[in-house]
């Protein structure tokens, strides 16, 4: 473990802003070679609620998107649904990492890109996630490192993928902070596509209300291929959430 957590430890705001600049250049070069694509603007929301009882940590929570519909806008992300998802999650705690598994619903809609986007009906997944989350600490910023397995069900049939997430919070203020985000998802067994499947790539502007209430407002664009063609989704998302902690 201590070899482990040496391979994760980052020293300066520089090496996280190059590693950072890596993953946006992998990014680019792989999208490059697609001609196919398609332009969304949607809404990300949540709520969240979590309770620490030691070192453990156990949380819900509950999102609910919403997107275009391009017959009418480009840009009216409440035109039509996107999700609703609800997620249990316990984790245990050390001083620089968090286990945790999360089982949640998620109740989705085709993401409308084309014509034929209108007539797909919306898919029930059930997914189980095992992860681990590495943190450290650096004059005033904190950076996370997290990865995660996913187990899909859906009524027809099941899928893994894994998910790479770096994340950097930079405290503006006592009660104000910048948090950047870069994450990877994979196709995994079972029934691996093989694909490099998404790429999300977003910041927040977080304001701490209390020390139990906090909020964000930010902005993630997603990049995201289709499970059985060649096309791509472009998502441009306005972020919104609200979180409880004790």
């Known amino acids: 473990m201590k070899n482990v957590q040496q391979a994760f430890i980052i020293h300066t705001p520089k090496q996280i802003l190059l590693v950072f600049r890596l993953c946006f250049a992998l990014f680019f070069l792989n999208i490059s070679s697609h001609a196919q694509?398609?332009?969304?603007?949607?809404?990300?929301?949540?709520?969240?609620?979590?309770?620490?009882?030691?070192?453990?940590?156990?949380?819900?929570?509950v999102a609910y998107r919403r997107q275009n519909d391009f017959h009418k806008s480009k840009y009216n992300f409440l035109d039509k649904p996107l999700l609703d998802a609800q997620r249990i999650i316990v984790g245990y705690r050390t001083k620089n990492w968090l286990f945790n598994f999360g089982a949640s619903r998620w109740h989705s809609y085709q993401i409308l890109g084309k014509e034929a986007d209108f007539e797909r009906l919306p898919t029930v997944e059930w997914r189980f996630t095992p992860g681990i989350e590495y943190f450290?600490?650096?004059?005033?910023?904190?950076?996370?490192?997290?990865?995660?397995?996913?187990?899909?069900?859906?009524?027809?049939?099941?899928?893994?993928?894994?998910?790479?997430?770096?994340?950097?919070?930079?405290?503006?203020?006592?009660?104000?902070?910048?948090?950047?985000?870069?994450?990877?998802?994979?196709?995994?067994?079972?029934?691996?596509?093989?694909?490099?499947?998404?790429?999300?790539?977003?910041?927040t502007f977080n304001h701490n209300f209390t020390k139990h209430l906090e909020s964000e407002l930010g902005y993630r664009y997603i990049f995201r291929r289709r499970r059985t063609t060649a096309e791509i989704d472009n998502e441009n998302a306005l972020v919104v959430g609200l979180m409880f902690r004790y």
């Open 136 to 203: 450290k600490s650096f004059n005033k910023a904190t950076f996370q490192w997290r990865t995660q397995y996913e187990y899909r069900s859906f009524v027809d049939r099941t899928a893994g993928r894994f998910r790479q997430r770096l994340q950097l919070r930079q405290p503006l203020s006592e009660t104000n902070s910048l948090v950047f985000m870069q994450e990877f998802l994979f196709g995994a067994p079972p029934n691996s596509t093989k694909k490099y499947e998404q790429n999300q790539i977003g910041f």
């Open 37 to 61: 694509s398609y332009n969304h603007t949607t809404v990300w929301s949540r709520l969240l609620l979590s309770k620490q009882f030691g070192k453990w940590v156990v949380s819900g929570d």
